[in-house]
């Protein structure tokens, strides 16, 4: 649990320093029991299916078990018995170059990686998901836009012999061009391949896509997981800041080295005075300013680790950001309390959360959006949908 998978539209939260390398992960996986007794059995038996989809909350682990499949896959000096399990680097070709992410076979794609590309348009383009340019030029091969035929590395013969493995990170953002010509692969695929499709909005991959890959769900980490991470981390969160960590994080580390990334801990204490006053009825004239300021600072952060980021893109994951700790702070306080008028008011201010969040996915201007919400959380007015 090492490495971590992307946050949403947002640079990865493991970021490895050059999109082209897929970094060392040889990580120890905490958790994750029944996916890894699954991918066990598969290996095992010899029943391995060529294309699986790992679905499941964000920051919990899904490229690590995928990278982690890959090291048995690839390495010829291990076995089923060995996934999920801490081994030192075998002292094989492939042991070292797997330890070192250089391994020719194993094909890590996401949608920083078009920074890389050798097509102008597509390396210039702001990275808001995986086009099928760069599905051509990293998996399937074939006519790129700019009039270039590109060979298929799915197809390749394996440089090491042992197999090739390909991921997808956040496979919820290929075009639906994209899905719809990578169905060729699933459908026919080649020798010796293994295709991992790691996402969060499983929903958003085509039924076609979803019909033909083995699904693996993931679920979060339990408290004594997330401790060990924690410990084997280095993470040194002490107190109130760990326990909010904790808490905010439900059991995905991604979250919580996302908060820590942007500061997290520091928007409570901003917010917690000015949103206690909403809470009592009482408008608080700078909320809505705030907000949008804090928004502001998460994308600026994204922005900096990642040029080539949508700033639309980093505003709406800062927006998400803002609108999960807001809904953090309505829960908590719905945990602590058994006044009904208290209750129905956090219940109905969360639907109102959703409410600002669907809205943001629009092209609505945020500022307006979060005047709106700081105005209507001290009166907040149950939100109805058409039947």
């Known amino acids: 649990m090492c490495a971590l998978e992307s946050n949403l539209n947002g640079p990865p939260l493991d970021a490895h320093p050059d999109p082209r390398s897929n970094g060392p992960f040889m990580g120890i996986i905490l958790g994750h029991d029944r996916p890894l007794t699954t991918l066990r059995t598969a290996m095992g038996g010899d029943r391995m299916h060529h294309a699986w989809i790992f679905s499941g909350p964000v920051g919990v682990g899904k490229r690590t078990l995928a990278e982690e499949v890959a ?6 000096a291990l076995g089923a018995g060995n996934l999920g399990e801490p081994e030192p680097v075998l002292a094989t070709d492939a042991g070292t170059l797997l330890a070192a992410g250089t391994h020719p076979d194993l094909h890590l794609i996401r949608k920083e990686d078009s920074v890389y590309s050798d097509n102008r348009q597509l390396r210039e383009r702001k990275q808001l998901n995986i086009p099928l340019d760069l599905l051509r030029e990293r998996m399937i091969g074939g006519r790129t836009s700019d009039g270039k035929i590109k060979d298929a590395p799915a197809y390749r013969t394996a440089s090491m012999g042992h197999g090739k493995v390909f991921i997808i990170d956040e496979a919820e953002l290929l075009d639906r061009t994209a899905q719809n010509v990578l169905l060729k692969t699933l459908e026919e695929p080649p ?4 295709i991992i499709l790691v996402t969060s909005r499983p929903e958003r991959l085509i039924p076609t896509i979803r019909s033909r890959c083995q699904q693996l769900p993931f679920g979060t980490l339990d408290a004594e997981a997330m401790k060990q991470w924690i410990a084997e981390s280095n993470h040194d969160d002490n107190g109130a800041s760990l326990d909010w960590l904790l808490s905010w994080s ?5 979250r919580y080295e996302n908060a820590q990334r942007h500061d997290l801990v ?9 949103l206690a006053n909403s809470d009592r009825g009482q408008f ?3 909320l809505g300013a705030t907000m949008v300021e804090l928004i502001e600072q998460y994308a600026e952060v994204e922005l900096a680790e990642n040029p080539k980021a949508s700033k639309e893109a980093a505003n709406r994951a800062g927006v998400r950001s803002l609108i999960r700790l807001l809904g953090h702070h309505l829960r908590r306080q ?7 008028a208290l209750r129905n008011r956090c219940c109905t201010t969360i639907d109102l959360l959703a409410q600002v969040e669907q809205e943001s996915e629009s092209h609505i201007n945020i500022k307006q959006l979060m005047e709106s919400l700081s105005a ?12």
Request: net charge negative; hydrophobic share 35%; proline share 13%.
């Open 376 to 387: 209507s959380w001290t009166n907040p007015e149950p939100v109805y949908t058409a039947t």
């Open 250 to 254: 439900e059991g995905s580390p991604g």
């Open 284 to 286: 608080a004239p700078e």
């Open 71 to 76: 090291r048995i896959v690839l390495d010829p």
């Open 191 to 194: 020798s010796g391949t293994i």
């Open 334 to 340: 719905l945990a602590a309390t058994d006044d009904d």
């Open 266 to 274: 520091q928007w409570v204490a901003t917010l917690e005075p000015m």
